[in-house]
């Protein structure tokens, strides 16, 4: 077992220093422009992409080339990457979970605090009946979710260390577009503020917010660490990511490309969602390697977390649906 996790840490250490995915498109090849906001290497969304990114490029070329944007180099998570989406200046994304609130109130799920388990409960939920039919949730407004890409569960740093739910009170936390997650921090007597992945590094370092809650990967990859008095391993929530294309975009494709690029797609899901958490866990060492500070929590501080958080779920019910909450809550013991 130990044998096989290190392996999987070399390979992975392989992976982090590979991968460029920005291509040259020919004259009549489909051009598929994806973007998202995180790093390229050390990162599952960033690593699936760029692999995405080089599939397409020479399985499909002649017919279609794809050029990927990390690190919001072409647009936020935000209303005018959804407006390039819809209005065809950019085919494809893949933003967390979290940030279709102006689309759907139902994934408000994935943002509940301590409903999942592991990420292996998340993709459980997400292969089941219900969890594929909220792909489809933003269909009418011209969305469709393609394929979940998963990231990790969240954990929770500030200025000050943080071992029960009484130490976030009166902080600042950055947040994503979520209000779930707005929620969440007033449970705990603080402020979630809701703010740009981009801007989140200096809003730390600059002091605007004390906290924020993210995946390894991310808090990593993004320094975020290095503004924190260590970073509590909560596991409090998820961040997953839905790979979007406009429907009207996906479903022009002429037929054999269609078919051949969702294939793709899913091979790359596939391959790629299998390593999210050895991902994280890597960019955890590598925290503690740089000299960041990570907290473990006792049982019982744990379980004070989890009471402090729970009844948020009782607010959103309403917008999710009791029969989705279950759904999600089953995919821990299934
Ligand atoms: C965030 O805004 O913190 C995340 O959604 C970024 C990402 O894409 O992982």
């Known amino acids: 077992m130990k044998t096989r996790f ?11 220093g590979s991968h460029s995915a920005v291509a040259q498109c020919d004259p009549g090849e489909e051009k598929i422009l994806f973007s998202h906001v995180v790093a390229t290497k ?9 692999a995405l990114a080089d599939r397409v490029n020479l399985e499909l070329d002649g017919e279609a080339c794809m050029e990927v944007y990390p690190n919001a180099e072409l647009y936020s998570d935000d209303a005018t ?4 989406l819809i209005q065809g200046n950019l085919q494809m994304a893949a933003p967390s979970l979290s940030k279709f609130e102006d689309f759907t109130k139902v994934f408000r799920v994935f943002d509940l605090p301590f409903l999942f388990e592991d990420i292996h409960a998340v993709e459980r939920f997400q292969q089941s009946e219900v969890g594929q039919g909220l792909m489809l949730a933003m269909r009418r407004q011209g969305i469709l979710g393609l394929a979940y890409w998963h990231n990790g569960m969240k954990q929770m740093s500030a200025t000050q260390p943080l071992r029960r739910p009484e130490d976030a009170s009166g902080l600042r936390f950055r947040v994503q577009q979520s ?29 605007q917010v004390e906290g924020q809650e993210n995946t390894w990967s991310n808090i990593f990859t993004k320094q975020f660490y290095r503004h924190q008095a260590g970073v509590t391993e909560t596991n409090h929530g998820i961040i997953d990511y839905l790979v979007v294309a406009s429907r009207r975009w996906w479903q022009g494709l002429p037929q054999g490309l269609r078919n051949r690029l969702g294939q793709i797609l899913l091979e790359v899901t596939h ?7 050895e991902i994280n866990e890597f960019a955890k060492l590598k925290i503690l390697e740089n000299g960041g500070v990570v907290r473990r929590l006792r049982q019982a501080e744990r ?7 729970r009844p948020v779920w009782a607010q959103f019910e309403g917008d999710i649906g009791a029969r989705v909450i279950q759904a999600a809550e089953r995919s821990n013991s299934d």
């Open 6 to 16: 290190l392996s999987v840490l070399i390979g992975l250490a392989v992976m982090f």
């Open 42 to 50: 050390g990162h599952p969304k960033g690593q699936a992409a760029a």
């Open 81 to 84: 990457m959804f407006e390039a």
């Open 179 to 207: 209000d779930v997650l707005v929620a969440q921090m007033e449970a705990l007597g603080a402020t979630g503020v809701k703010m740009a992945f981009r801007d989140v590094h200096d809003a730390l370092r600059d002091g």
């Open 271 to 277: 391959e790629h969602n299998r390593f999210a958490f």
């Open 303 to 309: 379980e004070a977390w989890l009471n402090a958080l």
